[in-house]
């Protein structure tokens, strides 16, 4: 269990004044649940993900996971329980051979040799590229950068794998497989997913949607009920999936379509499920 | 040449070819005989999948690879022809890197948008006005931001730096590497905003590379579909769109009302996937909805 409790973050700057990154925040979130996190620019995302990950420490309030208190003295513990793969895998892709820096991780934990072998095959099968271990990370293309520097967090077994928003600088098939990839691994070994990002319809995909604006909490729920906050989320400057909008639109102009409608899967199975009205008898 | 460089077309590719790292046993083929023309004023969008050439193609046309004749021409001149002025051809060509931080290089804002002006020699007092109004084009005011620090801009706000920089140029034709690439929501709608702005005051032709088919969609005229190397589709945007199965069998994202429309085709056959928007959406489906109803 992450819990995140009263947490408030200040950027000190040189000469201007102290900027509040978050403020208050109150989070807690069960082992092996998928989670998304959204907020526009300057929410505090980020800052939370470093927070997680013992890069940062909070100014106020404290963070415990599993029990550990993330403290400066105890971030190597943190580390190992919490893995995180960033926006962009050139920053955190450090060797050369794909397989090489899959198994960088589980080298600097001092682990026997097996079971760094072990460890780096399943994390590149589950990532489905072991067909390119061999290859040097600088010839593969992003996708395949974005797989290793997962691959490479997943070979440190965390109880929960962050993505910070691994999904932006790729074309949305990519995107989406990368998503089917986390969903599998928290199905197959109870991995706790959380998942920041820009994207709506990746947000509607997770169990449960966290709404950051400037620092605050400001939604907090399944995403059923989250996007129904349409007016509340486009003021904070996000969306809902195209699906729900439209779906919405489609309401107010008299067309019955019924049950929660978040994906494109969803909107498709209502206008079946329309009665066949009036119109074609008349 | 007979044509008359005021005929010919802005810049053109004809059977491109390219290869990184030619003639080692890495060497990859980036291009495989790539040809198009771009034209004063239009906005010409090259996607793809990810290793099609996309990136390979504008950089060709911003001259940023050691270019073979006959290849690469502007206002129909082969830019790799011996004696072909590229100094000349450098200033006529602004390139807008997907990183900004690659292209600004001073620490103030209105010093980095002067830096080309001075560099070429323009006088003191044009390049003051230059840089005014390059910054009040890409939306930033000069008096708030001349002096401000670049370290300490958002990320959109340094791109619109480095597009202030390229306009203070005044290049005729302006290459865009992923211009949409990393920003949120707010900074793409205030990003899509100015090149309609741009393009309604300045007539700019300009050529972009995008993975995001939704993002060229809205910015450009007309793209160009790019498959390993080679030309799949090159056509206005909505005849682009309308082969919808085509761009996905090609492993292209689709935008998002293009992928809804697909999806609910699956039950209303006859719906179009040439859309732009979801209010475009909105009124196909309302038209097919509203009809077995009322």
Known sequence: MIEVDGVSFAYRGGESDAVHALRDLDIQIEPGRLVAVIGHNGSGKSTLVKLLTAVLYPTEGGIRVDGVPVRHETRWEIRSRVSVVFQDPDDQLVMNRVADDVAFGPENLGLPREEIAERVESALEAMGIADISEKIVDDLSLGQKQRTAIAGALAMRPRYLILDEPTSLLPAVAATRLIEAARELNRREGMGVIHVTHSMAEAALFDRVIVLDTGRLVMDGPPSEVFRRAEELREIGLDVPLAASLASRLRSHGIPLEGDILTDADLRKSVFALPRSAGDSG | MTDLPEQAPLAELREFLY???????????????????????????????????????????????????????????????????????????????????????????????????????????????????????????????????????????????????????????????????????????????????????????????????????????????????????????????????????????????????????????????????????EEALLERLGESRA
């Open chain 2, 19 to 281: 290869s990184y790292l030619e003639g080692t046993p890495r060497a990859v083929e980036a291009a495989r005989g790539v040809s198009f023309e771009v034209r004063r004023g239009e906005r010409v969008g090259i996607v793809g999948p990810t290793q099609s050439g996309k990136s390979t193609v504008v950089y060709a046309l911003a001259h940023l690879l050691r270019l073979k004749e006959g290849q690469v021409f502007h206002e129909g001149e082969d830019v790799a022809a011996a004696g072909y002025d590229r100094a000349a051809l450098r200033r006529s060509v602004g390139v807008v890197f997907q990183r900004p931080d690659f292209q600004i290089l001073e620490d103030v804002v209105g010093k980095d948008v002067a830096f080309g002006p001075t560099a070429a020699g323009v006088p003191a007092k044009e390049t003051r006005e230059r840089v005014e109004e390059s910054l009040e084009a890409v939306g930033l005011s000069y008096p708030e931001f001349r002096l401000r620090y670049v370290h300490a801009l958002s990320g959109g706000q340094k791109r619109r730096v480095a597009l202030a920089g390229v306009l203070a140029m005044r290049a005729p034709l302006i290459v865009l590497d992923e211009p949409m690439a990393g920003l949120d929501p707010r900074g793409r709608d205030e990003l899509f905003g100015l090149f309609e702005r741009l393009r309604e005051q300045r007539n700019l032709t300009m050529v972009m590379c995008s993975s995001s088919l939704a993002d060229a969609s809205l910015l450009c005229d007309r793209l160009i579909v790019l498959e390993e190397g080679r030309v799949a589709m090159d056509a206005p945007v909505r005849e682009v769109l309308a082969g919808a199965d085509r761009l996905d069998a090609l492993g292209i994202a689709l935008p998002e009302p293009v992928a809804l429309a697909r999806e609910l085709r699956k039950i209303l056959p006859d719906l179009p996937t040439d859309l732009l928007t979801e209010e475009e959406l």
